[in-house]
């Protein structure tokens, strides 16, 4: 499963960046997030056991953040949770003097005969889309504010 959304936020790359790095803040800026607990931090990299809301249904994962501050790319890789394996990968890029804040998904579920099914048709159209449009859209309002 691949999935693509981005959002154009009227705000300068730099100012998107840090709102969108600060992860343990998540909950408290997207109100469909229950929670992110920061587990662990070395190198560079911050574990995370996160949770957010599709409608009343919650969802759990564990995913390890890779900021890049120099090419204004933040990676997730989840290591926990029915998404194990997935990568995430948030691109902010200059445009028309704002931003193009675009978020890339990738997964592919090892399950027999359903997996690929079911990652495209569950996960992807029926959590992962509908939660990462409310994350844009909440940062593109938060940095526009700003």
């Known amino acids: 499963m691949r999935s693509e959304i981005s959002i ?43 949770s957010a809301r599709r409608g009343v249904i919650p969802v759990f994962w564990h995913a390890v953040q890779t900021p890049d501050r120099a090419t204004r790319r933040i990676h997730f890789r989840h290591v926990r949770g029915v998404t194990r394996g997935m990568e995430v990968t948030w691109t902010l890029e200059p445009e028309r003097g704002g931003t193009r804040a675009r978020i890339s998904h990738e997964l592919d579920l090892k399950w027999p005969w359903i997996g690929g099914w079911v990652a495209e048709h569950v996960i992807g159209r029926g959590f992962i889309d509908p939660i990462a449009g409310r994350t844009l859209e909440r940062f593109k309002a938060l940095a526009e504010a700003s």
């Open 8 to 50: 154009w936020i009227d705000a300068p790359p730099d100012a998107v960046f840090p709102l969108v790095a600060d992860l343990p803040r998540w909950p408290e800026r997207l109100p469909h997030y229950r929670y992110v607990r920061v587990l662990s931090r070395q190198n560079g990299e911050t574990l995370a056991a996160m």
